[in-house]
Structure formats: C-alpha cells, structure tokens
C-alpha cells in the first residue's frame, strides 16, 4: 500500500451547517456535493463531510459511539503570525477555542479549535516543515 492520505472522511450530526461552516472559511464545495455528502478539495487531499449514522453504518458499526478528540486534523501554515490570523478567522465563523495561539517549545506556534461538530483542529507553523506550492507539508 503506498504510504499516503487521500480522503478525511467527518461524521457530522448536521450536514447543512457543517457545509456551511467550512464554506464560511471560503473553502469551496466539489461541484458534485448535494443533500447526502459534500467533498472539498485541500490542496493533495480532500476533506468530507458525512451524516454520522451513515457513516457508522457504512463501517459496519451502527451502534458505535464515536471518539471526539481521538484524532486531530491539521492545518500547517506559512508564518508564525499566521496561527493567530487563522484561528481568529475560523472563531469569528463560530468554531471553539480549545487551546489558544502559543509559541512551542520545539520553535513552532501552534493553536486548537473545533469545528462546530466538535471535530478537533489544530493550526501550526513549524519552521523546520516547508509548505509546497500547493500547501502540502514537506518532511525534509
């Protein structure tokens, strides 16, 4: 199996506001996306967002009672300032602060937020992980 990412699949209790939500950070729904999922494209991968029954239905695990915080979805931006330019954009749009901007021990600056289905996101500039042209993160 190639060693890769390609789809994040989002269980959502309420597709229409979490469409909505992505879609007020000025992110742009896959042309194909309707009333049962909504794909967007980030760079070399995709994000999805899925009603959460279907979701666990299609894993073969209707009853089980998904994990918040058991995965954290990232964002890695250009500068330092740009962690704290991110997340006042993604609060002002109604997401939740859950750690705010801070400088890391290890150089970087990193913040968390959740999105308003409570999915954890972190943004982060870390110096020693160049961006790519189109915003994928390079391990030197």
């Known amino acids: 199996m190639e060693q890769r990412l390609s789809l994040v699949t989002l269980g959502v209790r309420d597709l229409n506001s979490a469409r909505a939500f992505y879609e007020s950070l000025g992110w742009e729904a896959y042309r194909e996306s309707n009333e049962h999922i909504c794909f967007f494209q980030t760079?070399?991968?995709v994000i999805g967002l899925y009603p959460l029954p279907d979701l666990l239905t299609d894993q073969g695990r209707p009853e089980a009672r998904p994990v918040a915080g058991g995965i954290t979805l990232g964002i890695n931006v250009?500068?330092?300032e740009d962690v704290d330019r991110?997340?006042?954009k993604v609060?002002?749009?109604?997401?939740?602060?859950?750690?705010?901007?801070?400088?890391t021990p290890?150089?970087?600056?990193t913040a968390y937020f959740?999105?308003?289905?409570?999915h954890p996101w972190e943004i982060t500039w870390a110096p020693m992980?160049?961006?790519g042209a189109n915003g994928a993160l390079i391990l030197p």
Not at 91 to 103: S, V, Y
Not at 106 to 109: A, K, L, T, V
Not at 114 to 118: H, L, V, Y
Request: aromatic content about 6%; hydrophobic content about 45%; proline content about 9%.
């Open 106 to 109: 290890w150089g970087g600056r």
């Open 129 to 131: 992980f160049p961006l």
């Open 78 to 80: 250009v500068a330092r």
């Open 86 to 88: 991110e997340l006042a």
């Open 43 to 45: 760079g070399c991968m």
């Open 114 to 118: 959740a999105d308003p289905e409570g």
């Open 91 to 103: 609060l002002e749009k109604g997401a939740t602060l859950l750690t705010p901007a801070a400088d």
